[in-house]
Structure formats: C-alpha cells, structure tokens
C-alpha cells in the first residue's frame, strides 16, 4: 500500500529530473543572465511545464467526479495526480537549495506546500479537496512562469507580457481568495482526520500570504502613474504594508487557522456553489 503513494513521487522526481536535462539541451537561456539566473531560466520552463501538466490531470478528475467531494475516500486517480506534483514540489526544493535559488519567500513557500500536501497525500479521505486544491492552485502559474520567462528575456514591454501579467494576478486572487477561502471553511465542516483539515488551512495560509504579495506588487505598478491623490494614497499604503510586514503575515495565518472554528461555531454550516449535481466548490 506504502509502494502505491511513493512510486508516483518517485516517478514525478525522476521525471522532472529528466525534463531538466533535456532543456538544458533545447533551450538556450538570455547571455546577460549570470549563471544563478540561468538556472532560475530553466526552473521557470520546468515550473511551467509541470503547471500545465499538473493543472490538466487535476481537472480532468475533477470533472469526471462531478466536482470537489469533501469527504469520499482517496483513489489511485487522485494518488496519481497529487502524487506527481508532490514529487515535483519535492524535486524543485532540492534544485534550489543545490543551486542557491531559494530566497526565503520561496523557502518558506517550499516548505508550507511540503507540510501540508504529504498529510493530504497520505490520508485515506479528502482525495478529492487535494486534487480540487491543485487545480485551483496550479492553473494561474503558467502566465506566472510566462511572464518571469519573458522578463528575463528583456520582453517586458510586449503585449504578451502584460497579458501573462492580467492573467496571472487576476486568476491567482480570485481562485485563492474566494474559491480558497470556501474550500478551507468547508473541510472543517466535514468529518475529515484533523491533519487533512489543518493542512488545508497551513495551504490556504500561505495562499492568502502570496496574494499580499502580488497586492503590494500591483500597488507598485500603480505608483508613479500620475501624482494624484489615488497615488498618494497608494505610496501611503505601501509604507503601511511594509512598516506592519511581520504583523500581517501572522494574521493571515491566524485568519486561516481559526476563520473556520470561528464561523462553524456561530452555527454557520456548509456552503457549496453547485451547478445542478456538479459541487464546483
């Protein structure tokens, strides 16, 4: 039984093992990268390579079971499909810790993903919510790598970049802050093992603590774009987001962990968005 959940990890490092050597092959990065941003270069391709893969599987089980099932038991179908981004997650880890690429928004990243996607990986139940959870996670990241893969061609200014860019913050926010924040209510509503619940909660943490990032780097696009009072306001905020780091990160986490007990306990109960007998969310 062990041998069903660690052959697809194993299967998926080796793999992406694999697609490093070959785009180190076919793909040759910008020459004004130094050698820590060409390796950068090529983790973006194989980030984006494993988004698309792991956000295709994702969903294609995700249809034919008719949407999330909170609490149906885990299959081979969802051990496939957690299990391969599970190995890359692990794999990506290593390459940059080798490689000296983990800044510590990543490391913490790394970490968070690896803690709380094993217990869900591991679990008899909430099969569906991890897969559900991949798919929703994993279908803004390829105009995330897009975009970083431009960027370090100097393509910043075409339209596709700013395109990827759209894309990217728009589907990250919404998929993560609303879709995310009703998954992690409703896996505290339903009878799953605690450590399924408190990683759901560890994952929509750090989800909702990337949106703060992608927030204060929107509010930096926007600054410098006319000296108006918006502007001004804008300038203020950023200081304000920046001066209260430390502090807004732990009540992100807080907010996570203890949104769900909070509104379970005021009686509130489970809230699904369904179209006819298809539970979307």
């Keep these: 039984m062990l041998l069903d959940y660690l052959v697809p990890v194993l299967v998926?490092?080796?793999?992406?093992?694999?697609?490093?050597?070959?785009?180190?092959?076919?793909?040759?990065?910008?020459?004004?990268?130094?050698?820590?941003?060409?390796?950068?270069?090529?983790?973006?391709?194989?980030?984006?390579?494993h988004s698309v893969f792991a956000a295709t599987l994702a969903f294609t089980v995700y249809y034919k079971e008719g949407g999330i099932n909170y609490d149906t038991p885990i299959t081979m179908a969802h051990i496939f499909v957690i299990g391969h981004s599970m190995g890359y997650f692990t794999y990506d880890a290593i390459y940059a810790e080798?490689?000296?690429?983990?800044?510590?928004?990543?490391?913490?990243?790394?970490?968070?993903?690896?803690?709380?996607?094993?217990?869900?990986?591991?679990?008899s139940n909430g099969g569906s919510l991890g897969i559900t959870c991949c798919f929703l996670t994993e279908i803004s990241n390829p105009a995330m790598q897009l975009r970083l893969i431009l960027k370090s061609q100097g393509k910043t200014d075409t339209l596709l970049f700013k395109v990827s860019q759209f894309l990217f913050?728009?589907?990250?926010?919404?998929?993560r802050g609303v879709f995310g924040t009703f998954i992690n209510y409703n896996s505290w509503q339903y009878d799953l093992n605690f450590m399924i619940?408190?990683?759901?909660?560890m994952l929509y943490g750090l989800s909702c603590f990337w949106n703060y990032v992608i927030i204060l780097m929107l509010l930096k696009e926007l600054k410098g774009k006319g000296v108006t009072l918006k502007e001004k306001?804008?300038?203020?905020?950023i200081h304000f987001l920046k001066k209260y780091q430390k502090a807004i990160i732990a009540a992100i986490f807080i907010w996570?962990?203890?949104?769900?007990h909070v509104f379970k306990y005021m009686g509130c109960t489970?809230?699904?968005?369904?179209?006819?007998?298809f539970t979307i969310i």
């Design 270 to 277: 489970k809230h699904h968005i369904k179209i006819r007998n």
């Design 98 to 123: 080798l490689f000296g690429l983990h800044d510590w928004a990543m490391r913490f990243h790394h970490i968070f993903v690896i803690l709380g996607g094993f217990p869900v990986y591991f679990s």
């Design 169 to 175: 913050a728009s589907i990250f926010l919404f998929n």
């Design 256 to 260: 996570a962990t203890f949104m769900p």
């Design 197 to 201: 619940s408190i990683s759901i909660s």
């Design 12 to 49: 998926s490092m080796l793999f992406y093992c694999g697609v490093n050597i070959v785009l180190h092959y076919v793909v040759i990065p910008p020459a004004k990268l130094s050698e820590r941003e060409k390796k950068d270069y090529f983790g973006e391709h194989i980030s984006l390579i």
């Design 233 to 237: 306001f804008i300038i203020k905020f």
